[in-house]
C-alpha cells in the first residue's frame, strides 16, 4: 500500500510517506493520526513542482500499518480500509484523505 501525505510538519511524515503505526481518518474524511510537530519545517511542494520533483521516502509495507476508516468511503470495509493506497492533501489546513470515494 502506497501511503502518502503531503502534510510535511506532521511528526509521522518522513519525505512524504506516512510512518505512523496506526492511522485514522474519521467520519469528516479528516486524519486523526495527524500531529503537528513543533520544529518540522514547512516545505512547499507546489514552489518547484516544474523544476524537479520532491524527493519520496520508500513506499511502506501495508503490514506494518492498520488504517482505520470511520467514513463512508468505498474503501472502508468494516472499518479498516482496503485501498491499494492513500494521500493525504497538502492545500487545506485540515488533513484530509484525498484518496476518499464516496460510495
Same mark, same amino acid.
Do not use: M, Q
Given at each position: 500500500m502506497d501511503i502518502?501525505?503531503?502534510?510535511?510538519?506532521?511528526?509521522?511524515?518522513?519525505?512524504?510517506?506516512?510512518k505512523a503505526r496506526k492511522i485514522s481518518?474519521?467520519?469528516?474524511?479528516?486524519?486523526? !493520526?495527524y500531529e503537528r510537530?513543533?520544529? +518540522? /519545517?514547512?516545505?512547499? !511542494?507546489?514552489?518547484?513542482?516544474?523544476? +524537479? /520533483?520532491p524527493v519520496y521516502a520508500p513506499q511502506r509495507d501495508s503490514k506494518t500499518a492498520e488504517i482505520v476508516c470511520r467514513a463512508n468511503c468505498l474503501f472502508n470495509k468494516n472499518g479498516m480500509c482496503v485501498s491499494n493506497g492513500i494521500t493525504v492533501n497538502a492545500i487545506s489546513e485540515?488533513?484530509?484523505c484525498v484518496s476518499y470515494l464516496e460510495k
Open positions: 502518502r501525505c503531503r502534510k510535511t510538519k506532521c511528526i509521522h511524515n518522513d519525505r512524504y510517506t506516512c481518518i474519521n467520519r469528516g474524511i479528516v486524519c486523526g !493520526s510537530g513543533a520544529k +518540522k /519545517p514547512e516545505i512547499d !511542494s507546489t514552489k518547484h513542482l516544474f523544476e +524537479k /520533483p485540515k488533513p484530509y
